[in-house]
Protein backbone atom coordinates (compact mmCIF):
# COMPACT_ATOMS: atom_id res chain seq x y z
CA UNK A 1 0.00 0.00 0.00
CA UNK A 2 1.45 3.49 -0.76
CA UNK A 3 1.91 6.12 1.86
CA UNK A 4 -0.86 7.96 2.42
CA UNK A 5 1.37 11.58 3.11
CA UNK A 6 1.56 14.94 1.21
CA UNK A 7 5.05 15.12 -0.58
CA UNK A 8 6.38 17.97 -2.41
CA UNK A 9 5.03 18.24 -5.30
CA UNK A 10 7.42 21.26 -6.37
CA UNK A 11 10.10 18.45 -6.66
CA UNK A 12 7.76 17.40 -10.22
CA UNK A 13 8.90 20.94 -11.34
CA UNK A 14 12.46 20.67 -11.61
CA UNK A 15 14.27 18.73 -14.52
CA UNK A 16 13.95 15.38 -13.57
CA UNK A 17 17.83 14.50 -13.50
CA UNK A 18 20.21 17.23 -12.18
CA UNK A 19 22.54 18.40 -15.12
CA UNK A 20 26.11 16.49 -13.67
CA UNK A 21 23.62 13.52 -13.11
CA UNK A 22 22.32 13.31 -16.63
CA UNK A 23 25.44 14.20 -18.18
CA UNK A 24 27.10 11.32 -16.10
CA UNK A 25 24.18 8.85 -17.13
CA UNK A 26 25.13 9.67 -20.95
CA UNK A 27 28.30 8.79 -20.76
CA UNK A 28 27.96 5.81 -18.66
CA UNK A 29 25.78 4.58 -21.47
CA UNK A 30 28.00 5.55 -24.47
CA UNK A 31 31.15 3.83 -22.31
CA UNK A 32 29.06 0.59 -21.50
CA UNK A 33 28.07 0.84 -25.53
CA UNK A 34 32.13 1.75 -26.64
CA UNK A 35 33.98 -0.23 -23.98
CA UNK A 36 37.42 0.89 -25.49
CA UNK A 37 36.09 4.23 -26.29
CA UNK A 38 39.61 7.00 -24.82
CA UNK A 39 36.71 9.41 -23.35
CA UNK A 40 38.38 12.99 -22.06
CA UNK A 41 35.67 14.41 -19.66
CA UNK A 42 36.03 18.41 -19.76
CA UNK A 43 32.20 18.36 -18.39
CA UNK A 44 32.12 18.72 -14.74
CA UNK A 45 34.12 21.03 -13.19
CA UNK A 46 35.75 18.87 -11.13
CA UNK A 47 39.73 19.26 -10.48
CA UNK A 48 42.17 16.83 -10.98
CA UNK A 49 45.18 17.79 -9.16
CA UNK A 50 46.01 16.41 -5.79
CA UNK A 51 45.79 18.40 -2.61
CA UNK A 52 48.61 20.79 -2.16
CA UNK A 53 51.95 19.51 0.54
CA UNK A 54 50.86 21.80 2.39
CA UNK A 55 47.28 21.40 2.64
CA UNK A 56 48.13 17.49 3.53
CA UNK A 57 50.76 17.61 6.11
CA UNK A 58 48.07 19.59 8.27
CA UNK A 59 45.41 16.69 7.50
CA UNK A 60 48.13 14.62 8.85
CA UNK A 61 48.98 16.22 11.51
CA UNK A 62 45.22 16.88 12.35
CA UNK A 63 44.87 13.03 11.65
CA UNK A 64 47.27 12.36 14.44
CA UNK A 65 45.63 14.81 17.00
CA UNK A 66 42.29 12.70 16.64
CA UNK A 67 44.21 9.65 17.28
CA UNK A 68 45.59 11.08 20.70
CA UNK A 69 43.18 11.37 24.02
CA UNK A 70 44.92 14.21 24.92
CA UNK A 71 44.02 16.35 21.49
CA UNK A 72 41.11 14.19 20.17
CA UNK A 73 38.21 16.49 19.07
CA UNK A 74 34.18 15.49 19.32
CA UNK A 75 31.46 17.98 17.38
CA UNK A 76 33.19 20.77 15.67
CA UNK A 77 31.37 24.13 16.05
CA UNK A 78 27.99 24.12 13.95
CA UNK A 79 29.74 27.64 12.46
CA UNK A 80 33.40 26.27 12.11
CA UNK A 81 36.33 26.65 14.56
CA UNK A 82 37.75 30.51 15.31
CA UNK A 83 41.14 29.23 14.05
CA UNK A 84 39.56 29.10 10.54
CA UNK A 85 36.93 31.45 10.83
CA UNK A 86 39.79 34.08 11.79
CA UNK A 87 42.43 32.81 9.07
CA UNK A 88 39.04 33.18 6.36
CA UNK A 89 38.85 37.24 7.45
CA UNK A 90 42.51 37.74 7.05
CA UNK A 91 42.32 36.40 3.70
CA UNK A 92 39.52 39.20 3.23
CA UNK A 93 42.14 41.69 3.88
CA UNK A 94 44.25 41.43 1.02
CA UNK A 95 40.97 42.69 -1.14
CA UNK A 96 41.03 44.79 1.03
CA UNK A 97 37.76 43.61 2.44
CA UNK A 98 36.98 43.88 6.55
CA UNK A 99 35.00 41.48 8.20
CA UNK A 100 34.72 39.45 11.89
CA UNK A 101 35.56 36.32 11.87
CA UNK A 102 31.72 35.69 13.46
CA UNK A 103 30.36 37.37 9.77
CA UNK A 104 31.70 33.92 8.58
CA UNK A 105 30.00 30.45 8.59
CA UNK A 106 32.17 27.37 7.65
CA UNK A 107 30.24 24.79 5.57
CA UNK A 108 31.21 21.59 3.59
CA UNK A 109 30.19 23.79 0.35
CA UNK A 110 29.10 26.32 -1.46
CA UNK A 111 26.81 24.14 -3.17
CA UNK A 112 25.49 23.08 0.30
CA UNK A 113 24.80 26.81 1.20
CA UNK A 114 23.50 27.73 -2.01
CA UNK A 115 20.52 25.40 -1.77
CA UNK A 116 20.24 25.86 1.65
CA UNK A 117 19.67 29.61 1.96
CA UNK A 118 16.63 29.00 0.72
CA UNK A 119 15.21 27.60 3.98
CA UNK A 120 16.03 30.95 6.04
CA UNK A 121 14.16 32.97 3.25
CA UNK A 122 10.43 33.53 2.82
CA UNK A 123 8.45 33.54 -0.68
CA UNK A 124 9.91 36.50 -2.64
CA UNK A 125 10.28 36.79 -6.08
CA UNK A 126 13.20 35.27 -7.21
CA UNK A 127 15.73 36.86 -10.09
CA UNK A 128 18.36 34.78 -11.29
CA UNK A 129 20.47 35.34 -14.22
CA UNK A 130 20.47 32.87 -16.89
CA UNK A 131 22.33 30.77 -18.31
CA UNK A 132 24.12 29.99 -14.60
CA UNK A 133 24.72 27.48 -12.22
CA UNK A 134 21.78 25.31 -11.87
CA UNK A 135 21.58 25.22 -8.12
CA UNK A 136 19.73 28.21 -7.73
CA UNK A 137 17.01 27.69 -10.18
CA UNK A 138 16.35 24.01 -8.93
CA UNK A 139 16.29 24.96 -4.99
CA UNK A 140 13.84 27.65 -5.50
CA UNK A 141 11.64 25.71 -7.68
CA UNK A 142 11.74 23.05 -4.95
CA UNK A 143 9.87 25.51 -2.44
CA UNK A 144 7.68 26.47 -5.13
CA UNK A 145 9.24 30.25 -5.77
CA UNK A 146 8.66 32.03 -8.30
CA UNK A 147 11.52 32.80 -10.42
CA UNK A 148 12.35 35.56 -12.98
CA UNK A 149 15.08 35.36 -15.62
CA UNK A 150 17.49 37.80 -16.64
CA UNK A 151 18.94 37.07 -20.02
CA UNK A 152 22.99 37.07 -20.38
CA UNK A 153 23.96 37.06 -24.01
CA UNK A 154 26.71 38.20 -26.57
CA UNK A 155 25.03 41.49 -26.15
CA UNK A 156 25.50 42.29 -23.06
CA UNK A 157 28.65 39.85 -22.66
CA UNK A 158 26.89 37.29 -20.43
CA UNK A 159 26.68 39.58 -17.61
CA UNK A 160 23.02 40.90 -17.10
CA UNK A 161 22.54 44.25 -15.41
CA UNK A 162 19.46 45.13 -13.47
CA UNK A 163 18.60 48.30 -15.66
CA UNK A 164 14.80 48.05 -17.12
CA UNK A 165 13.76 45.39 -13.95
CA UNK A 166 10.74 46.80 -12.31
CA UNK A 167 12.05 48.22 -9.06
CA UNK A 168 10.94 45.83 -6.05
CA UNK A 169 12.34 43.71 -3.50
CA UNK A 170 14.00 40.79 -4.72
CA UNK A 171 16.04 37.85 -4.16
CA UNK A 172 19.49 38.13 -6.46
CA UNK A 173 21.60 35.56 -7.40
CA UNK A 174 25.05 36.83 -8.88
CA UNK A 175 27.88 34.50 -9.70
CA UNK A 176 31.31 36.03 -10.53
CA UNK A 177 32.63 34.84 -12.22
CA UNK A 178 30.84 33.38 -13.61
CA UNK A 179 29.58 29.17 -13.91
CA UNK A 180 29.31 29.06 -17.05
CA UNK A 181 30.47 31.68 -19.11
CA UNK A 182 33.78 32.69 -17.77
CA UNK A 183 31.85 36.65 -18.08
CA UNK A 184 33.51 38.56 -14.80
CA UNK A 185 31.62 42.05 -13.64
CA UNK A 186 34.12 45.00 -13.21
CA UNK A 187 33.65 47.19 -10.42
CA UNK A 188 31.06 49.69 -12.09
CA UNK A 189 28.93 46.94 -12.93
CA UNK A 190 28.50 45.58 -9.66
CA UNK A 191 27.73 49.09 -7.92
CA UNK A 192 24.83 49.19 -10.65
CA UNK A 193 23.66 46.15 -8.80
CA UNK A 194 24.47 47.24 -5.33
CA UNK A 195 22.84 50.27 -5.70
CA UNK A 196 20.08 48.47 -7.69
CA UNK A 197 19.13 45.81 -4.41
CA UNK A 198 19.63 48.73 -1.99
CA UNK A 199 16.90 51.21 -3.34
CA UNK A 200 14.52 48.14 -3.77
CA UNK A 201 15.70 46.27 -0.57
CA UNK A 202 17.02 43.33 -2.65
CA UNK A 203 19.43 40.73 -1.26
CA UNK A 204 21.97 39.58 -3.03
CA UNK A 205 23.66 36.39 -2.85
CA UNK A 206 26.83 36.57 -4.47
CA UNK A 207 28.55 33.10 -5.69
CA UNK A 208 32.20 34.21 -5.59
CA UNK A 209 34.02 30.05 -6.04
CA UNK A 210 36.06 31.28 -8.62
CA UNK A 211 37.50 34.30 -6.97
CA UNK A 212 40.55 33.08 -7.59
CA UNK A 213 40.99 32.61 -10.95
CA UNK A 214 40.77 36.32 -11.60
CA UNK A 215 43.67 37.93 -13.40
CA UNK A 216 41.96 40.78 -14.23
CA UNK A 217 41.58 44.31 -12.35
CA UNK A 218 38.20 42.69 -11.27
CA UNK A 219 36.62 42.49 -7.43
CA UNK A 220 37.06 39.26 -6.08
CA UNK A 221 34.71 39.64 -3.54
CA UNK A 222 31.37 41.75 -3.34
CA UNK A 223 32.23 43.56 -0.37
CA UNK A 224 34.83 45.38 -2.53
CA UNK A 225 31.80 47.69 -3.66
CA UNK A 226 30.93 50.56 -1.34
CA UNK A 227 27.09 49.19 -0.15
CA UNK A 228 27.32 45.62 0.03
CA UNK A 229 27.00 44.98 3.19
CA UNK A 230 23.69 46.26 3.71
CA UNK A 231 22.52 43.66 0.71
CA UNK A 232 24.79 40.87 -0.10
CA UNK A 233 25.59 37.53 1.39
CA UNK A 234 28.87 36.28 0.08
CA UNK A 235 28.91 32.33 -0.14
CA UNK A 236 32.78 31.58 -1.56
CA UNK A 237 34.75 27.44 -1.62
CA UNK A 238 37.85 26.06 -1.35
CA UNK A 239 36.65 23.22 -3.80
CA UNK A 240 38.68 24.64 -6.77
CA UNK A 241 41.00 27.38 -5.35
CA UNK A 242 42.83 24.59 -3.09
CA UNK A 243 41.41 21.47 -4.60
CA UNK A 244 38.42 20.82 -2.01
CA UNK A 245 35.97 18.98 -4.07
CA UNK A 246 36.08 15.83 -2.50
CA UNK A 247 37.42 17.45 0.60
CA UNK A 248 34.36 19.74 1.22
CA UNK A 249 34.78 22.90 2.75
CA UNK A 250 33.51 26.39 1.98
CA UNK A 251 31.82 29.72 3.57
CA UNK A 252 29.16 32.12 3.45
CA UNK A 253 29.57 35.86 4.52
CA UNK A 254 26.52 37.18 6.46
CA UNK A 255 27.48 41.04 7.50
CA UNK A 256 26.39 42.49 10.91
CA UNK A 257 24.72 45.28 8.40
CA UNK A 258 22.51 42.80 6.34
CA UNK A 259 19.40 43.26 8.20
CA UNK A 260 15.08 42.25 7.69
CA UNK A 261 13.54 44.93 10.00
CA UNK A 262 15.14 44.26 13.42
CA UNK A 263 16.63 41.18 12.47
CA UNK A 264 20.00 40.21 11.57
CA UNK A 265 20.35 37.42 8.82
CA UNK A 266 23.51 36.46 10.29
CA UNK A 267 20.60 35.16 12.95
CA UNK A 268 18.73 33.28 11.11
CA UNK A 269 21.24 31.36 9.14
CA UNK A 270 23.06 30.34 12.73
CA UNK A 271 20.09 29.07 13.71
CA UNK A 272 19.14 27.21 10.90
CA UNK A 273 22.94 25.72 10.71
CA UNK A 274 23.38 24.63 15.02
CA UNK A 275 19.68 22.96 13.90
CA UNK A 276 20.33 21.22 10.93
CA UNK A 277 24.41 21.07 10.34
CA UNK A 278 26.85 19.23 12.74
CA UNK A 279 30.17 21.43 11.28
CA UNK A 280 32.73 20.05 9.16
CA UNK A 281 35.64 18.05 10.15
CA UNK A 282 38.71 19.01 12.14
CA UNK A 283 41.00 17.54 9.85
CA UNK A 284 39.62 19.24 6.76
CA UNK A 285 38.93 22.68 8.43
CA UNK A 286 43.05 22.52 9.44
CA UNK A 287 43.61 21.65 6.08
CA UNK A 288 41.75 24.55 4.58
CA UNK A 289 43.50 26.78 7.40
CA UNK A 290 46.06 25.58 5.68
CA UNK A 291 45.34 26.17 2.40
CA UNK A 292 45.02 29.94 3.39
CA UNK A 293 48.84 30.22 4.91
CA UNK A 294 51.34 31.97 2.56
CA UNK A 295 52.93 28.69 1.69
CA UNK A 296 49.20 27.16 0.79
CA UNK A 297 48.38 30.46 -1.83
CA UNK A 298 51.59 29.53 -3.17
CA UNK A 299 50.99 26.08 -3.67
CA UNK A 300 47.10 27.07 -4.97
CA UNK A 301 48.06 29.46 -7.17
CA UNK A 302 50.65 27.26 -8.58
CA UNK A 303 47.68 24.40 -9.58
CA UNK A 304 45.78 27.36 -10.71
CA UNK A 305 48.22 28.30 -13.00
CA UNK A 306 48.53 24.86 -14.44
CA UNK A 307 44.29 24.99 -15.19
CA UNK A 308 44.30 28.60 -17.17
CA UNK A 309 47.23 27.31 -18.89
CA UNK A 310 44.96 24.43 -19.87
CA UNK A 311 42.03 27.15 -20.53
CA UNK A 312 44.67 29.10 -22.92
CA UNK A 313 45.78 25.83 -25.17
CA UNK A 314 41.69 24.91 -25.41
CA UNK A 315 41.06 28.60 -26.04
CA UNK A 316 43.70 29.10 -28.75
CA UNK A 317 41.82 26.22 -30.85
CA UNK A 318 39.02 27.47 -30.84
CA UNK A 319 40.09 30.67 -31.70
CA UNK A 320 42.19 28.99 -34.52
CA UNK A 321 38.85 27.96 -35.55
CA UNK A 322 36.98 31.44 -35.35
CA UNK A 323 34.57 29.93 -32.69
CA UNK A 324 33.48 32.42 -30.59
CA UNK A 325 33.60 32.25 -26.87
CA UNK A 326 34.00 33.77 -23.48
CA UNK A 327 35.89 32.49 -20.43
CA UNK A 328 39.17 30.83 -20.09
CA UNK A 329 40.81 34.25 -18.69
CA UNK A 330 39.41 34.64 -15.40
CA UNK A 331 37.66 31.35 -15.04
CA UNK A 332 38.71 27.68 -15.55
CA UNK A 333 35.50 27.71 -17.89
CA UNK A 334 35.43 28.38 -21.50
CA UNK A 335 32.14 28.84 -23.10
CA UNK A 336 31.64 28.84 -26.58
CA UNK A 337 28.98 28.95 -29.50
CA UNK A 338 28.16 25.42 -30.83
CA UNK A 339 29.09 25.25 -34.34
CA UNK A 340 26.65 24.67 -37.63
CA UNK A 341 23.60 26.14 -35.72
CA UNK A 342 23.45 22.53 -33.46
CA UNK A 343 21.73 22.65 -30.27
CA UNK A 344 23.83 22.53 -27.43
CA UNK A 345 22.71 18.74 -26.71
CA UNK A 346 23.46 17.44 -30.14
CA UNK A 347 26.60 18.96 -29.71
CA UNK A 348 27.05 17.22 -26.57
CA UNK A 349 26.36 13.84 -28.59
CA UNK A 350 28.90 15.10 -32.02
CA UNK A 351 31.28 15.89 -29.75
CA UNK A 352 30.73 12.78 -27.42
CA UNK A 353 30.35 10.38 -30.82
CA UNK A 354 32.99 11.81 -32.84
CA UNK A 355 35.81 12.83 -30.41
CA UNK A 356 34.90 11.14 -27.44
CA UNK A 357 35.22 14.53 -25.35
CA UNK A 358 32.41 15.12 -22.48
CA UNK A 359 31.57 18.82 -22.01
CA UNK A 360 28.50 20.60 -20.88
CA UNK A 361 25.62 21.73 -22.85
CA UNK A 362 24.63 25.33 -22.52
CA UNK A 363 20.96 24.41 -22.36
CA UNK A 364 21.49 22.78 -19.13
CA UNK A 365 22.68 26.34 -17.47
CA UNK A 366 19.23 27.69 -18.48
CA UNK A 367 17.26 28.28 -21.83
CA UNK A 368 19.65 31.38 -22.76
CA UNK A 369 22.41 28.50 -22.71
CA UNK A 370 21.01 27.24 -25.58
CA UNK A 371 23.68 27.13 -28.54
CA UNK A 372 26.14 27.12 -26.34
CA UNK A 373 28.87 24.28 -24.60
CA UNK A 374 31.07 24.71 -21.36
CA UNK A 375 34.48 22.80 -21.47
CA UNK A 376 36.25 22.90 -18.60
CA UNK A 377 40.73 23.22 -18.09
CA UNK A 378 40.21 21.14 -15.02
CA UNK A 379 41.81 18.38 -16.97
CA UNK A 380 45.32 16.82 -16.80
CA UNK A 381 47.48 18.88 -19.34
CA UNK A 382 47.94 15.53 -21.16
CA UNK A 383 44.22 15.24 -21.47
CA UNK A 384 43.46 18.58 -22.42
CA UNK A 385 46.51 18.57 -25.26
CA UNK A 386 44.68 15.38 -26.47
CA UNK A 387 41.45 16.97 -26.79
CA UNK A 388 43.01 19.97 -28.21
CA UNK A 389 44.31 17.78 -31.42
CA UNK A 390 40.69 16.45 -31.29
CA UNK A 391 39.02 19.76 -31.96
CA UNK A 392 41.44 20.75 -33.83
CA UNK A 393 40.60 17.43 -36.67
CA UNK A 394 36.50 18.08 -36.17
CA UNK A 395 35.91 21.44 -36.10
C1 LIG B 1 30.29 22.68 -12.26
O1 LIG B 1 30.79 21.89 -13.04
O2 LIG B 1 29.52 23.59 -12.61
C2 LIG B 1 30.62 22.54 -10.83
O3 LIG B 1 31.57 21.56 -10.63
C3 LIG B 1 29.45 22.21 -10.07
C4 LIG B 1 29.67 22.46 -8.62
O4 LIG B 1 30.61 23.12 -8.21
O5 LIG B 1 28.82 21.96 -7.87
Known amino acids: MSLNIKINENYFNVKKNYLFSEIAKRVNAYKTANPDADIIRLGIGDVTLPLSPVVVEAMKKAADEMGDAATFRGYAPEYGYDFLREKIAEYYKKFPVNLSAEEIFVSDGAKSDVGNIVDILGDNEILIPDPVYPVYLDSNIMSGHKVKFIAGNRENGFLPMPDGIERRPYVIYLCSPNNPTGAVYGRDALKKWIDFANETGSLIIFD ?188
Not at 299 to 323: D, F, T
Not at 324 to 342: A, K, Q, R, V
Open 208 to 395: SAYEAFISGDYPHSVYEIEGSKTCAVEICSFSKTAGFTGTRCAWSVFPDELTVGENKLSFLWSRRQATKFNGVPYVVQRAAEAALSDEGQKQCRESIAYYMENARIIAAVLKEKGIYFTGGENSPYLWLECPDGMTSWEFFDFLLEKAQIVGTPGAGFGDAGEGYFRLTSFGSRESTLKAAERLKKLL
